[in-house]
């Protein structure tokens, strides 16, 4: 079988899907590896590294689509909603499309990807489980992400984050408050710790506290308890409005005594919540930073704007998405090994060996013979379950 890597096609996406590091175990399970010319050299990963390693480099796009029985993409159709529609014609039925597809979002571009005939597996479906965890895409670049926030905020703030004594006299440590503590949140907590910032987080779901403490944050807890906190995945779930409200006004204290507010609360597949109102942003110190990592699902601060920075009563709001694609070289390489482990569990001797009882390929399965066949997804999107539809009960 081919794997086909064509470069990535979203406007400032600098990753690759494929690293040259992985062909070696691809190659031995029976995959040749069939790369675009330059598809990795934003990420520094030059056109030698991939022919040293076996791979054969292809001219253009076309010829990736044409000749591959699999194509991996960091960002397909669907998540690619800026170039992506132009790889629609270049599919064809029986052709094996692997990345992030965003299948919690329109059911118009999940049907015209259905529509092609490719069977098509989404990264972020992946499930949270132990087999599964070297597979895990969203993790790997959710570590990304929260690494770069804090660099980000850390390079805007007109402070610096450790405490100093200098001649000059002492300097106090800046206050780095982080909204969610998912994989995101936890490596900020990290990060702003490393960088010598008193840090504090707070977390809807009560088992984050410990998770929170053990990398030396603050928990911050609020008398309010959320109902049905994490789904069996281990994602926060969306609560009603008035949770939110009351969350708001506990959280109001907390914002306005930080130098830097990290947002990372994202619901998978809903609108992000609104947890920093623009009151809370008056408030806030002349020079404060709020980096809001749910800017590209509406932003957890009611002042973001999606893919910009914007300065709000002299407070600096990043609204930057895509961050992984600015670390693109270990972000490449995260990914590709995510990717790499899960075509490995996927083919075996040559050849692509769908299982519906593995529970990893149930559950990535997105399209498959022109319908969108994920369970989850139909559910998400208000399809019927394909039984009913065909008239089995």
Do not use: W
Not at 68 to 77: N, T
Not at 158 to 169: S, W
Not at 226 to 235: L, S, V
Request: aromatic fraction near 6%.
């Amino acid at each position: 079988m081919i794997l086909g890597v064509p470069r990535e096609s979203y406007p400032g996406e600098r990753r690759v899907a494929i690293v040259p590091a992985v062909i070696p175990a691809l190659a031995k399970a029976g995959l040749e590896v069939l790369v675009e010319e330059g598809a990795g050299i934003e990420a520094g990963y030059p056109d030698r590294g991939y022919s040293e390693k076996g791979a054969t480099l292809a001219k253009d796009r076309a010829e990736i689509f044409r000749a591959a029985d699999i194509v991996a993409q960091v960002l397909c159709f669907g998540s690619n909603d800026v170039n992506g529609k132009a790889d629609l014609p270049l599919m064809r039925t029986g052709q094996t499309i692997v990345g992030f597809l965003r299948p919690m979002g329109r059911l118009e571009e999940l049907q015209a990807l259905a529509s092609t005939g490719v069977t098509s597996f989404a990264v972020e479906l992946m499930p949270r489980t132990t087999r599964a965890q070297s597979m895990d895409a969203l993790s790997s670049m959710g570590t990304i992400c929260g690494y770069k926030a804090v660099l980000m905020a850390a390079d805007t703030l007109p402070r610096i984050f450790p405490m100093l004594t200098t001649a000059a006299g002492t300097i106090t440590p800046g206050r780095v408050f982080i909204i969610g503590a998912g994989v995101a949140g936890l490596q900020a907590i990290a990060t702003a710790r490393r960088l010598g910032a008193v840090t504090s987080a707070y977390d809807m779901r009560p088992a984050a506290k410990e998770q929170v403490q053990s990398l030396g944050g603050r928990f911050v807890e609020l008398p309010i308890e959320a109902k049905d906190a994490q789904d069996a995945r281990g994602y926060a779930t969306a609560q009603g409005e008035d949770f939110y409200r009351k969350q708001r006004e506990l959280l109001g204290s907390a914002v306005a005594e930080s130098d830097v507010v990290i947002a990372a609360a994202v619901i998978p597949g809903k609108k992000s919540p609104i947890l920093v109102t623009k009151e809370m942003v008056e408030r806030m110190a002349p020079g404060s930073v709020i980096m809001d990592l749910a800017a590209e699902r509406g932003g957890n601060c009611e002042l973001t704007q999606a893919g910009k920075i914007v300065k709000v009563h002299g407070v600096t709001i990043i609204g930057t998405f895509n961050l992984a694609s600015t670390v693109p070289y270990h972000a490449s390489q995260m990914y590709a090994k995510n990717l790499s482990a899960f075509l490995l569990n996927l083919v075996k001797d040559g050849k692509l060996q769908f299982n519906e009882k593995d529970e990893i390929h149930r559950e990535t399965l997105l399209t498959r013979g022109g319908e969108i066949v994920n369970a989850r997804v139909r559910e998400f999107v208000g399809l019927r379950p394909l039984g009913v539809e065909a008239g089995v009960k």
